[in-house]
């Protein structure tokens, strides 16, 4: 496969102004002048935050503690040891926060795969999740990129359309929630970039030399762009700062490549009915070319399905001999494991598909000894020795 060098490709591109204009309107005063006026009610940030800036240079608060874990399907399903990595940092900063047990999905997946959905109930389900967020007093955190972006939309429809928020309202009522609607929404990848000095100081393995491809998610910079975080000390503010700017900060080598644009290949309709094009594209457009371009040790990104379609897609491509063959994880699992985390008790990295056991001992980490740490908890549950694995179990 031929690919063109990185700095040719990136010469095409055209670099977007950042100077603010109407894609960066500051929805803030439109959101706290509808509930003035009583049409809905606005969960304020937690004192303690951290100001970021957007795309556009609007800023944007990120609270540190007391959160509200809006947690993601296709983790908890396919990839326990995103969630569990985001949970064991938080614990290990010492912030608070909250795991409800009557969140719902958000829906997203029918809505962008196989648009069945319609705005009312999509919109219900988002004001909902967040009316759950608001009665316990916690600020809503979000965990998986679809969640994320489809909230943003949510969001504009809900501020620009009254006859949605009568829609929304109705069903609301029937539910007995008030109409809620928060002051930021906000993705755990930005939660971890604001306190991405506060995991550094507890850093107790060594990354330098680590090297790093990142696969920005689409969904949560290419929807609503305005809200993303951009920073000018990465990459001149042109591409998210999330995930690079952690990475490097916990002093990993992020190394470039031509299709970082480009999606995972998930593409949501195409997971279900072309998988097959879903795996070529992973593989052929995001995975061979990080190799060819970059060859890093572990390709980061913040989002469920890409790292379940970059991760798991590259069996078939093993098969027929393509130059494939390195880990993917969540940013989550990677700052985790710098913080001391246990590879499978807490970053439960057994469910990955690509070989991460190179990756591990290039961290210092003997993969041998943490999974017979491992089965020996396993074996405790089967004895009925205990019911399950406990956080003082894996340090936190």
């Known amino acids: ?83 569990t990595s985001i949970f064991w940092i938080m614990r290990k900063l010492g912030h608070d926060y909250h795991d409800p047990s009557d969140q719902t999905s958000c829906t997203a997946w029918n809505y962008y795969a196989s648009a069945t959905s319609n705005q009312a109930a999509q919109a219900a389900v988002a004001l909902r999740n967040f009316a759950a967020a608001y009665e316990t007093g916690y600020f809503p955190l979000i965990h998986c990129g679809t969640s994320y972006g489809h909230y943003k939309e949510v969001r504009a429809e809900i501020l620009r359309h009254p006859e949605l928020r009568t829609q929304v309202r109705k069903v609301l009522e029937k539910l007995g929630k008030p109409m809620v609607l928060p002051e930021e929404i906000v993705h755990y990848s930005e939660y971890l970039y604001a306190l991405r000095d506060e995991i550094a100081a507890q850093q ?102 890409c790292v379940t379609t970059l991760d798991k897609s590259q069996f078939a491509a093993q098969a027929h001999g393509k130059n494939v063959g390195v880990p993917v994880m969540s940013e989550a699992q990677f700052a985790a494991l710098a913080m001391g985390a246990h590879p499978y008790k807490v970053c439960q990295l057994h469910w990955h598909s690509a070989n991460y056991r190179p990756l591990l001992e290039k961290m210092g980490i003997d993969w041998r000894a943490a999974w017979a740490e491992f089965e020996e908890s396993v074996a405790k549950l089967a004895r009925n020795e205990q019911e399950f694995v406990t956080w003082e179990d894996v340090g936190v």
């Open 1 to 83: 496969m031929t690919t063109t060098p990185v700095e040719l490709v990136l010469a095409k591109k055209e670099r977007f102004d950042r100077t603010p204009d109407r894609r960066s309107e500051d929805f803030h005063e439109e959101l706290f002048e509808l509930e003035r006026a009583g049409e809905l009610l606005v969960q304020r940030v937690p004192d303690d935050f951290v100001t970021v800036s957007t795309k556009y240079g609007v800023p944007k608060k990120i609270p540190r503690a007391h959160l509200w874990h809006h947690k993601s399907c296709g983790q908890c399903g396919h990839i326990p040891g995103y969630s």
């Open 204 to 305: 107790v393995r060594d990354f330098t030399g680590i090297g790093v491809t990142v696969h920005p998610a689409c969904h949560y910079y290419k929807l609503v762009e305005g809200d993303a975080i951009f920073d000018p000390d990465v990459y001149q503010g042109q591409r998210t700062a999330v995930v690079t700017g952690l990475a490097t900060r916990l002093g990993a080598e992020v190394r470039n490549y031509s299709t970082w644009f480009d999606c995972c290949g998930f593409g949501f309709r195409h997971i279900l009915v072309q998988r097959d094009f879903t795996r070529s594209f992973a593989t052929m457009r995001k995975i061979e070319v990080m190799k060819e371009e970059a060859n890093p040790d572990v390709v980061l990104t913040h989002d469920t399905g």
